[in-house]
């Protein structure tokens, strides 16, 4: 399998603070590839550069063969690259399936296939489908990163980038979100999946990255990290 993402000694600072500290990883077509670490490890910049948000001050970004720099903002979701942000970004004063709709925006395909899709997330989330009319913003908390998740989808992403799906939800939710982000992955999308919940990111994936202070300090087979000592000292509370 060729590689969606090539890094290669990505640097990316806030003005005079050094947050990454020139990373290299890869992701393969189809893969399920984890990013864990510490608070302030640098997990969330690394996901908003490749979303296009921060500018790298070094380094290298290949993205589905291109320089991630020569391809637009506005283009990104087009060419299939797509984020679920950490406090999940949707709109509010829409209602959900308007966010469905608005996910689908940069879709030039038939109507009735993008209906197709709102129905497959419907499937997917039954829980979106009671509150179709419902404005997104009044919903919970899990409701709404169930909402994210699919929204991103409708935009059919080759490489969907998700920010800590897990933070602030009940452990029920949380386990629901993860059985849909193993589906997703079914039907051929290929996921990086940044995560507090480093016991649940390795279940999930097959490979992952350890980052501390800037830096990659691990990589591997995800079981097998979790079965690292020193990852479970570290990360899994072990
Ligand atoms: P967490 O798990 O706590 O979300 P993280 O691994 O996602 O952490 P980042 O949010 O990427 O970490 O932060 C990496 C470093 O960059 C931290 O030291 C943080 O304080 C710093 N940082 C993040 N955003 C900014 C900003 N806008 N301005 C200045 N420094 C920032």
Do not use: W
């Amino acid at each position: 399998m060729s590689n969606i993402l090539e890094v290669k000694d990505l640097k990316v600072s806030y003005g005079a603070i050094q947050a990454i500290k020139g990373i290299s990883f890869h992701i393969k077509q189809g893969e399920m590839v984890a990013l864990i670490g510490a608070n302030g490890a640098g997990k969330t910049t690394t996901l908003k550069t490749l979303a296009g948000m921060l500018k790298p001050a070094g380094g290298d970004i290949v993205y589905m063969g291109k320089q991630l720099s020569s391809i637009k903002n506005y283009d990104l979701i087009r060419e299939g690259l797509a984020l679920v942000p950490e406090g999940r970004g949707i709109f509010g004063r829409l209602t959900v399936t308007e966010n469905l709709e608005m996910g689908a925006y940069s879709r030039t395909d038939s109507k009735e296939a993008i209906q197709a899709d709102i129905d497959r997330m419907f499937e997917i989330f039954p829980r979106l489908k009671e509150r179709a009319s419902q404005l997104a913003g009044t919903m919970s908390g899990g409701e709404q990163q169930m909402l994210a998740i699919s929204r991103a989808l409708m935009g059919k992403p080759k490489l969907l980038l998700l920010d800590e799906p897990s933070m602030g939800l009940a452990p029920i939710i949380v386990q629901k979100i993860f059985e849909t982000i193993r589906e997703v992955a079914k039907d051929g999308v290929t996921l990086l999946l940044v995560e507090q919940n480093a016991k649940l990111a390795l279940q999930t994936c097959q490979r992952a990255y350890v980052m501390d202070g800037g830096k990659i300090t691990l990589e591997g087979d995800a079981k097998e990290l979790l079965h690292d000592e020193a990852v479970q000292k570290a990360y899994l509370g072990e």
